[in-house]
C-alpha cells in the first residue's frame, strides 16, 4: 500500500467511534450510561413511563425492576411504541441489554427486541471475519438487496450480531453455517484477532457496537455459498483493490473498519 492509502484508511478508523449528537437523552442503569434516545422517541418514551424514570435531561431504569419483571416491562412498552411505527426493523430476535465491558464479565440486565437497539442508543455485540487465502486476499461478501440494513453494500464474509445467551465463538460458528457455507470443524480454527468499537448516528438513533474481529486462513480451492439469503455474493480481493473499495464507500462502515484494521496490520490472532 502506499503512505496516502495507509493514512486514508488509518482515518476511516479514527472515526470508528463518533460522539453522541447534542439533544440527545442519556439512558442509566444502576448509574452507568448504557444508552442514549433521539430527542422526539426520548420524548415518547417519557410519556410511555414504565420502566423508565425521568431524571432531569435523562433517563433512568426503574431499579425496583429488576431481571425478568425488567424484561416484561420494557418489551411490553416496545410492543407498545412498535405499533406506534418508531421502529423500522423488526427481528422477533433479543439481544442482551449489558452493563459496559466488551467481554463476558459484562453484566446481562435483561434481554430486549434487536430491532430496538437502536432507539435506545444500546449498545449490542457482532461478530466480523476476515476470511483470507493463503496468498494473502480476502474474500468478501455482497449483502442481499433485502437487508434491512446495508442493502447491496459489501461486507466480510462472515458477520452477524450476537443474540442473547451467545458468545462471540458460538455466534461466529453459526453464522460461517449460514452465511458461508464454512463447516465447523473449519470454522473452528477461526482466531480471535481483536475487539473494535463503532459508534455513530443512524436514521433510527445510535448504532454502538463492540465489533469482535476473527480471522480465519481458507483453503486456496475453497468456494462459499451462502445459506440464509442473506448474501447476494461473493468476490475475492487482493489487498489493493480491497483497499480501494473501501475508501470507494462500497463497505459497510463495521466491515470496512475490520478490514481495514487487517490492511493495517492492527489485527492479530491471539
Known amino acids: 500500500m ?11 478508523l479514527r472515526r470508528l467511534v463518533r460522539g453522541v449528537p447534542a439533544g440527545y437523552t442519556p439512558l442509566f442503569a444502576d448509574g452507568q450510561g448504557i444508552g442514549a434516545l433521539p430527542p422526539a422517541f426520548a420524548r415518547r418514551v417519557r410519556e410511555a413511563g414504565s420502566p423508565f424514570l425521568a431524571d432531569g435531561d435523562s433517563l433512568r431504569l426503574d431499579p425496583a425492576l429488576p431481571g425478568e419483571a425488567l424484561e416484561a416491562a420494557w418489551m411490553a412498552q416496545v410492543e407498545a411504541l412498535r405499533e406506534e411505527g418508531w421502529f423500522r426493523a423488526w427481528r422477533n430476535e433479543c439481544y442482551d441489554v449489558r452493563l459496559g465491558a466488551a467481554d463476558e464479565s459484562a453484566a446481562v440486565l435483561c434481554r430486549l427486541e434487536r430491532g430496538a437497539f437502536r432507539r435506545f442508543g444500546l449498545r449490542s455485540r457482532a461478530v466480523h471475519l476476515n476470511a483470507v487465502t493463503p496468498d494473502g486476499r480476502m474474500w468478501i461478501a455482497r449483502r442481499a438487496a433485502g437487508k434491512a440494513i446495508d442493502p447491496g453494500l459489501l461486507d466480510n464474509l462472515v458477520g ?109 490472532p491471539r
Open 160 to 268: 452477524g450480531g450476537l443474540a442473547s445467551g451467545e458468545t462471540p465463538r458460538s455466534a461466529l460458528l453459526r453464522e460461517c453455517g449460514e452465511e458461508a457455507g464454512i463447516a465447523p470443524v473449519l470454522a473452528s480454527c477461526a482466531r480471535p484477532v481483536g475487539t473494535l468499537h463503532a459508534r455513530r448516528e443512524e436514521d433510527e438513533g445510535m448504532h454502538d457496537e463492540w465489533l469482535h474481529a476473527w480471522q480465519l486462513e481458507l483453503p486456496a480451492d475453497f468456494a462459499p455459498h451462502n445459506t440464509d439469503g442473506e448474501v447476494a455474493g461473493f468476490m475475492l480481493l487482493d489487498r489493493t483493490e480491497l483497499a480501494a473499495r473501501i475508501l470507494g464507500g462500497e463497505f459497510t462502515e463495521d466491515a470496512a473498519a475490520v478490514a481495514a484494521a487487517w490492511l493495517l496490520g492492527s489485527l492479530a
Open 2 to 12: 502506499t503512505p496516502a492509502t495507509r493514512s486514508a484508511l488509518t482515518q476511516r
